[in-house]
């Protein structure tokens, strides 16, 4: 599957290189707002609206599942895979770094 061998790879300089699937990374791009192309950048100013975005996303995601388990199975525990909120952590975590920094993030260059 071609989409699952392409990456993308997040720099900056508060934190270490970040590097999602195509799939996830597209997706966390997708919910900040940003075009998910072969470059980009996050300008500081821009990560507190990136942050809350994602988080929003994060707690709709999960209430989303806990009505669908709830109504479909509620003796059984809940799905396993990793969800948004395991996803995204170490992005929000660089994002935060940034800000706080001032440094952008970057992908693609």
Same mark, same amino acid.
């Given at each position: 599957n071609k989409e699952l061998r392409m990456l993308y790879k997040f720099k900056s300089k508060a934190s270490g290189d970040l590097i999602m699937l195509e799939v996830n990374g597209r997706h966390v791009l997708e919910i900040i707002g940003k075009e998910p192309g072969p470059k980009?950048?996050?300008? #500081?100013?821009?990560? #507190?609206?990136a942050v809350a975005a994602l988080q929003a996303a994060i707690t709709l995601e999960e209430s989303q599942d806990k009505e669908l388990h709830d109504r479909e199975s509620p003796d059984k525990a809940p799905r396993d895979g990793l969800g948004l909120r395991q996803r995204t952590? #170490?992005?929000?975590?660089?994002l935060k770094r940034n800000h706080e920094a001032g440094h952008e993030v970057v992908w693609g260059v």
């Open positions: 980009g950048i996050i300008l #500081p100013e821009q990560m #507190p609206a952590l #170490p992005f929000i975590d660089m």
